[in-house]
């Protein structure tokens, strides 16, 4: 493991994809956070997670794992973020917004120097251009600005848009499945320990 090889000293810090893009989708457990963030401490490097669908892994959570049937996608959301030191986020995907994003961090001290630096570099927050202006922002607000997520994003693990993903690619599958025409291939996912592994078997007839 990387924090404990050679390079260690390298590492600045640890982004955790939620879910997890290079295991096409599957959502990263509970279990597997909160080992990631205990070794991040261990070495003293801050875990930040990609919180992009971090909505959607929630609810695949409680879906998936048996610890976490009894909880809400909320409650589930609010453990994954107690376990980082910070978020980033695309807000157009889980946030339901046209376009935009935020960095969220615990640390105060860094948080003002990452504000200096945008300043510094992009303008000030809220300026032109920082909250899409000229790219669909709502006509019924000053210019620069657009509407903030909608519904707020302690709301979004609450919504039924994991629900709706899972039940449309499951009949879309179907659909292909039963055409006998489409080769398909079906993402089986196992835990094991550290890493999830994704097996791969033919479906199409």
Sequence with gaps: MALRGPDASRIALVVM???DNGEAGQRVSMDHL??????????????????????ENAWLVTQHEAACRDMSPRQVAEQAFRLA????????KDGIVHIGGFLGLRDHALAERCELLLI?????????????QGQ????????????????????????GSGVS???????RLSC????????????LETDTGSRKGVHRHPLGR
């Design 85 to 92: 030191d910070g978020c980033l986020m695309s807000a157009k």
């Design 165 to 171: 993903r899972v039940t449309s690619t499951k009949m």
């Design 176 to 187: 292909l499945h039963h055409s006998g025409n489409v080769p398909l291939a079906a993402m």
């Design 34 to 55: 909160a080992r990631t963030a205990s070794l991040c401490r261990e070495h003293s490097v801050p875990l930040f997670l990609d919180a992009a669908r971090f909505a």
């Design 120 to 132: 510094a570099t992009e303008g000030f927050e809220g300026g032109p251009g920082r909250h899409g």
């Design 136 to 159: 669909g922002t709502d006509p019924g607000l000053p210019p620069g600005r657009t509407a903030p997520a909608a519904p707020p994003l302690p709301q979004q693990a609450g919504t």
């Design 17 to 19: 994809t939620l879910t």
